[in-house]
């Protein structure tokens, strides 16, 4: 990398500001080192703009620790990666290490695993800049550990009626004044009210509605009204809106860490919460669209134009908004959007646990587990079932019972295994259960089915995610045939892998090892007797040859 002293700057836009975060090499004892980890931080800034600011820091906490310490860095100005040494990044954790004894948070370990990953990334561009010792060691883990502290709860019904209400009449008397007004422009504490509705009516994360823009909707006109061309963004959307004639919003939503790209239709009669949410914004932001080239949904009157609202300022602050239009009592600290879509998120788990653990778009089984059932109300009514047996919960509903061979000699010379009842055993090994993919507890009690409708997935894959499944040696060919076919590797679209093959890899990838190696390999070679549909495999990776 070129030696580069002149400080290095990333400015990133955040609901129409712009922050600027530098890094002057010459602050620190170290500048050719530090040039080039600011040469790298920008580069990853741009591939990864949530990325930018901690991983600013981290690199400037490094930079500030090599200049505390006692190491012979021999001529400091000429120091660079190239003689970076384990015992350099070892002293740095170990610094690391005191100061989270001390904060009891979370920040120190990001910081390791941030400039780890930037290490990484830097050798892997690069091969040979690091020492290899150093290459090897930012490959592995950080010894520091992730502090997690419990999440904050959802709100209770009460509240969540109270705040409802309370959006619902500035939201009612903004669309009352705009029709008196054909150059309304929407106040800021009206696009908060309308956020904190779309929160309870989709249960999406705040930054994922935030990341919203007009271009990102596309409206689907009712019976008798015919879009013209092109019906995405601009006039057509207004005009369908402003005449009540959209049957229907297609939103596409991003998760911005992961990446994840996902559509939702909200219908006006299925989803009437949230389609009448998307059209109150469209509605009172429509003259506004007029005055500027901004994108974002989320824009306010600003002086005599309009802009983005910034969400991080006190105009988009849920305290302040709650203590000026919330009725009775005062809410309940803390005071965060995210806390509304716990809401949404715990009535879904309630509803239907299986389906919500098994699904996976909202989030990961082990994260729900880890951070989203500290709410009070789900306490309540999941009782025993979520509290007191969690390990039992998570093992029925997320995944198959595996008989390894060791278990399955046990079971056939009659001895009592806790995995499986004595009835089931004997028709398991009767052949009673046996089916394409996978032997099924029972077939018409799926959960991917109506009750007493025969499961109509039972050639798909998705077996192996499903807790009516038992899965032994014998039915290690499909096992590694679904391997294969749900390897991301031979994925023709990563957003139909996110939503509907990580699941079935993640399980066969957990599976297989509970199976001898010597079996394994066996199986491989009988995977072209396994009744797959073809279809699947074509959607996964092309015509089958």
């Not at 920040?107 to 091969?127: G, K, Q």
């Not at 705009?178 to 929160?199: E, F, K, Q, W």
């Amino acid at each position: 990398m070129t030696h580069v002293n002149a400080p290095i700057t990333v400015e990133l836009k955040s609901y129409g500001q712009t922050f600027r975060h530098t890094i002057d090499p010459n602050d620190f004892v170290a500048p050719a080192l530090m040039a080039q980890l600011a040469i790298a931080w920008k580069e990853i800034s741009r591939e990864v703009p949530s990325a930018t600011n901690e991983l600013c820091q981290a690199v400037r906490g490094f930079g500030r620790h090599l200049g505390e310490q006692p190491f012979d860095l021999g001529t400091l100005s000429s120091f660079r990666l190239g003689a970076l040494r384990v015992r350099h990044l070892n002293a740095w954790e170990m610094d690391l290490f005191a100061r989270q004894s001390v904060e009891q948070t979370d920040t120190r370990y990001r910081h390791a695993v941030y400039l780890f990953s930037l290490l990484r990334r830097i050798e892997d561009d690069n091969p040979g800049t690091l020492d290899a010792a150093v290459a090897d060691r930012v490959r592995r883990q950080t010894r520091l550990s992730h502090i997690r502290r419990e999440g904050d709860p959802d709100h209770s019904d009460n509240e969540v009626r109270r705040i409802r209400s309370a959006a619902h009449r500035l939201v009612h008397q903004a669309l009352h004044d705009r029709i008196t007004d054909p150059d309304y422009l929407p106040r800021p504490d009206v696009m908060v009210a309308l956020h904190v509705l779309l929160s309870l009516a989709t249960g999406e994360p705040p930054e994922v509605i935030r990341s919203i823009t007009i271009d990102h909707i596309i409206g689907t006109p009712i019976d008798g009204h015919r879009a013209r061309k092109p019906r995405k963004n601009g006039g057509e959307l207004a005009r369908l809106v402003e005449i009540q004639a959209v049957q229907s919003y297609a939103v596409t939503l991003t998760k911005n860490r992961s990446g994840l790209r996902y559509e939702e239709i909200y219908d006006r009669n299925l989803d009437r919460a949230a389609h009448r949410t998307l059209t109150a914004i469209l509605t009172l932001t429509a003259h506004a669209r007029t005055l500027t080239a901004e994108r974002s949904l989320w824009i306010v009157a600003a002086g005599s134009g309009v802009k983005q609202l910034p969400w991080n300022s006190a105009s988009g602050n849920l305290g302040k908004w709650y203590g000026e239009h919330v009725l009775g009592s005062a809410v309940l600290r803390p005071h965060k959007y995210a806390r509304l879509r716990k809401v949404v998120l715990r009535r879904e788990q309630i509803a239907n646990p299986t389906r919500y653990l098994r699904d996976g778009r909202r989030h990961t089984t082990r994260t729900l587990f880890d951070h989203y059932t500290n709410s009070a109300v789900l306490r309540a009514e999941a009782g025993k079932l979520v509290v007191e047996a969690i390990s039992d919960y998570f093992n029925a509903a997320v995944g198959p019972t595996v008989i390894t061979p060791d278990a399955e000699a046990m079971i056939r010379a009659g001895h009592p295994v806790e995995i499986l009842d004595p009835g089931t055993a004997l028709s398991l090994f009767g052949g009673e259960l046996d089916g394409a993919l996978a032997a099924c507890r029972n077939p018409v009690d799926s959960p991917y089915a109506p009750p007493g409708h025969t499961c109509p997935s039972s050639q798909s894959g998705q077996c192996f995610t499903c807790p009516n499944a038992i899965i032994t040696q014998e039915h290690l060919p499909a096992l590694i045939l679904l391997d294969e076919i749900s390897d991301p590797e031979n994925a023709a679209d990563a957003t139909i892998w996110r939503q509907v093959w990580e699941p079935i890899h993640r399980s066969t990838r957990r599976i297989l090892p509970m199976f001898p190696a010597s079996a394994v390999r066996d199986a491989a070679s009988r995977t072209g007797a396994v009744p797959v549909e073809l279809g699947i495999r074509n959607d996964q990776r092309g015509i089958d040859e």
